[in-house]
């Protein structure tokens, strides 16, 4: 057997996380499909209720844990004294030594395209002030061999689909893959997990299957992490802020082919495209295997 080279890795088999369904395909048969079971997580600070977000709930104390982090209100050096679950009443509490009172700053939340719940506190520009992301360089074989590694990875995303997965990686070695319905909660997980584990971020690439908005920047450059690669596009303002953040930023990585529209220094091109395959179609889509 070949050992996973992740440390966490999706479980498209485990019961929690998908249902079958009946309906009719196009030409009016009948058909059963797998469909992701999507769930409302409340999270709480200390004493206070911060948020309630849709999400496949595999990791809520990770995720709820990346969420305060990447809204500013856990900071990197709080100590937690306790993150508690309670599955019944789909609720996670993060406990911590410092005082915390974020009511003003509830009110005053910004709504952004990161579906419903990715929401970036205050001015979206704090995160890039100051910011002094690594000079870590990207060859470009380790990109293809980590979309290869990723796209072939059993997943909710290959298995039902209405959903993002983000991987944390190391050059062309994917450590923590996440999914959920969400990007935002996807790339709030592997924050969780990192601040957990105490993993450092100046050496680290992320990469995910969804669109490269400015959310998705911002947080990123939050985590401290100088490269993000994506299967999807971009928007203008993404690109903007990661120009500003120099921020390595790659979309549209599908087989051979990639664009980069910020800190392309950072990348190395060692990689012979004539040995790159192009992408099989099967791991090209989002749709579930037994709807072929």
């Known amino acids: 057997m070949v050992k996973s080279p992740y440390i966490i890795q999706p479980d ?9 369904v009946t309906g009719i395909d196009q030409t009016g048969a009948k058909i059963e499909t797998s469909v992701t079971v999507e769930r ?3 999270i709480f600070l200390n004493s206070q209720e911060i948020v309630t977000a849709m999400t496949i709930n595999d990791y809520p104390e990770y995720l709820a844990v990346g969420y305060l982090l990447n809204q500013n209100m856990l900071l990197p050096n709080d100590v937690v004294t ?3 679950f309670d599955e019944e009443l789909s609720v996670v509490v993060v406990r911590t030594k410092r005082k915390t009172n974020y009511e003003k700053k509830l009110k005053k939340k910004v709504q952004t395209s990161g579906c419903a719940q990715g929401t970036v506190f205050g001015d979206l520009m704090e995160a890039l002030e100051n910011v002094s992301l690594p000079d ?10 980590l979309a290869q590694t990723i796209n072939t990875t059993p ?3 290959l298995q039902a689909g209405a959903i993002h997965g983000c991987v944390l990686a190391k050059e062309d070695q994917p450590l923590v893959y996440m999914e959920d319905v969400g990007r935002h909660n996807a790339i709030d997980k592997i924050a969780g997990w990192m601040f957990k584990e105490k993993v450092p971020s100046h050496d680290k690439i992320f990469y995910t299957t969804g669109r490269l908005t400015s959310e998705m920047v911002i947080k990123t450059v939050r985590m401290g992490i ?3 690669i994506s299967r999807s596009g971009f928007t203008a303002w993404g690109v903007e802020l990661a120009r500003k953040a120099n ?3 790659i979309g549209r990585a599908r087989g051979k082919r990639f664009i980069a529209l910020a800190g392309e220094s950072r990348i190395v091109f060692d990689q012979d495209l004539a040995f790159v395959e192009e992408e099989s179609m099967k791991n090209r889509r989002k749709a579930a295997v037994s709807d072929d």
């Open 40 to 42: 409302a997580l409340t």
């Open 247 to 249: 921020l390595t930023l």
């Open 82 to 84: 306790g993150v508690d």
């Open 155 to 157: 997943s909710l995303y």
């Open 12 to 20: 498209p088999l485990d019961p929690r996380l998908t249902e079958r």
């Open 136 to 145: 870590t360089e990207l060859r470009t074989s380790w990109l293809y061999r």
């Open 226 to 228: 100088p490269i993000v």
